[in-house]
Nanobody
Framework: VQLQASGGGLVQAGGSLRLSCAAS????????MGWFRQAPGKKREFVAV???????VYADSVKGRFTISRDNAKNTAFLQMNNLKPEDSAVYYC???????????????????WGQGTQVTVSS
């Protein structure tokens, strides 16, 4: 599986963006698809994951504002980001781990496939 992230941009606080992560390969449905972000001077942090088992998990900081989804038929994962805040500004990465992964989804070291990152900037 290879990943290509897109959809970042500049938006005002309170606005919305939708990130996409297109995957190549025939076993997309067998992988957990995660989103991470990294702001300047900070460690990369977990945002959300959509597991191969259809479960989802979110970081507390984005619960109720972000929604992760996936379309296995189109080999694409999405991150809908609403009510964006300046502190959401970061480079966002999609990542995959699998197949049929059963470990922790919060640790970026567990993910072995990464997209190139897309910049999200939220102005106040």
């Amino acid at each position: 599986v290879q990943l290509q992230a897109s959809g970042g941009g500049l938006v005002q606080a309170g606005g919305s963006l939708r990130l996409s992560c297109a995957a190549s390969g025939r076993t997309f449905s067998e992988y957990d698809m995660g989103w991470f972000r990294q702001a300047p001077g900070k460690k990369r942090e977990f945002v959300a994951v959509f597991m191969w088992s259809r479960g989802t998990v979110y970081a507390d900081s984005v619960k109720g504002r972000f929604t992760i989804s996936r379309d296995n038929a189109k080999n694409t994962a999405f991150l809908q980001m609403n009510n964006l805040k300046p502190e959401d500004s970061a480079v966002y990465y999609c990542a995959a781990v699998g197949p049929y992964y059963s470990g922790s989804n919060y640790d970026d070291a567990q993910y072995d496939i990464w997209g190139q990152g897309t910049q999200v900037t939220v102005s106040s």
